[in-house]
């Protein structure tokens, strides 16, 4: 099984920047796409960037295109989320996700999710 923990979320000021970690436990890290959703209040859980088990594709939605990025290192079992240029719209829990050998992209194609990190930012 895979273990998931976030942190890093916290409030800021929009324009900041931020950087979420995930993580895992579990031998198999490697094998696992790794995604990141958020969740606004009263709205549904959504599709933010995922990372495929090699590394070798990344997706983003169209609303953090340019603005986060998202790697992983196998290595230490983490990833992360780099977000920059964070606008009050970012507002969300954030969420880690794993899925063995992927497909990603959708909430119903993940398997493992962590508990969640606040995100706040200010106008």
């Known amino acids: 099984q895979v273990q998931l923990e976030e942190s890093g979320g916290g409030l800021v000021q929009a324009g900041d920047s931020l950087r979420l970690s995930c993580a895992a436990s579990g031998r198999t890290f490697s094998m696992y796409t790794m995604g990141w959703f958020r969740q606004a209040p009263e709205k549904e859980r959504e599709f933010v960037t995922d990372?495929?088990?090699?590394?070798?594709?990344?997706f983003y939605a169209d609303s953090v295109k340019g603005r986060f990025t998202i790697s992983r290192d196998n290595a230490k079992n983490t990833v992360h989320l780099q977000m920059n240029s964070l606008k009050p719209e970012d507002t969300a829990v954030y969420y880690c996700a794993a899925v063995k050998l992927g497909p990603g992209r959708s909430v119903s194609n993940y398997k493992y999710w962590g508990q969640g990190t606040q995100v706040t930012v200010s106008s």
């Open positions: 990372i495929t088990w090699n590394g070798g594709s990344t």
